[in-house]
């Protein structure tokens, strides 16, 4: 009995039967029938013509071989960068205009040691006829001595809470003998002007100028009356 059962549960063979008519592509007509084999040359055709319409790759120049850069055994100097030509101005540029002078101005004329002391009124940068004629005098001293120089020290009463008023009219005060000295004839170049304000006043009186008559060190310590030395030949 189990041997029965067992042969009836093996998988039994399948068969199938094909029939094949070999005239039913007749029956298609004669048109499938030429188009349908001419489908492969027609893609071969086409891929044909998508090789020969690509670009071809553009060819990479060659690169020169690498050269040896040569190391120095030393770094290099430093540039030497020369100074600007100096130009020397074509005109002279013009004089300041001439100062008033005020026959009721207040000031004063003292000789101090090395200079000339010049005193104005309070809160004034004007000069009268006596303190004109004293600068009048010093450029004419310094027009016979071409090697002089001059300074012009002004000075004008002030606080430390208000600096700026006092440096403003000592200015004011150098620059009006300046243009004194300028006017007489005396270069600009050997007149060095100096507002101080009330910095360094010291016993002196606040409202003045100091004008000192700068000589050239072989000319300031000769003794009056020394014989030149000889020339050398």
Do not use: C, Y
Request: hydrophobic share 40%; aromatic share 2%.
């Amino acid at each position: 009995m189990r041997t029965l059962l067992a042969l009836l549960l093996l998988p039994l063979p399948a068969f199938a039967q094909v029939d094949t008519n070999n005239k039913a592509l007749d029956s298609l007509g004669p048109a499938m029938t030429q188009t349908t084999p001419a489908a492969p040359h027609a893609a071969a055709a086409s891929q044909s013509h998508r090789r020969s319409t690509r670009r071809p790759a553009p060819a990479h120049p060659a690169q020169p071989p690498l050269k040896a850069i040569p190391i120095p055994a030393a770094p290099p100097p430093n540039a030497v960068i020369p100074p600007p030509p100096f130009i020397m101005p074509a005109h002279k540029p013009p004089p300041p205009p001439p100062v008033p002078v005020k026959p009721d101005a207040l000031g004063t004329v003292t000789p101090i040691e090395g200079a000339t002391r010049i005193s104005f009124g309070p809160g004034s940068s004007d000069l009268n006829p006596t303190t004109q004629a004293a600068l009048l005098k010093i450029a004419a001293d310094a027009k016979a001595d071409p090697l002089m120089q001059i300074n012009v020290t002004a000075w004008a009463p002030g606080t430390t809470e208000d600096p700026s008023t006092p440096r403003r009219l000592s200015l004011d005060r150098a620059l009006a003998a300046r243009a004194v000295l300028i006017n007489a004839g005396i270069g600009s170049e050997r007149i060095h002007a100096i507002a101080k304000g009330f910095n360094d006043i010291g016993t002196a009186p606040p409202d003045r100028v100091d004008v000192a008559e700068l000589l050239p060190p072989t000319k300031a310590t000769t003794p009056p009356g020394t014989p030149a030395p000889p020339a050398k030949p």
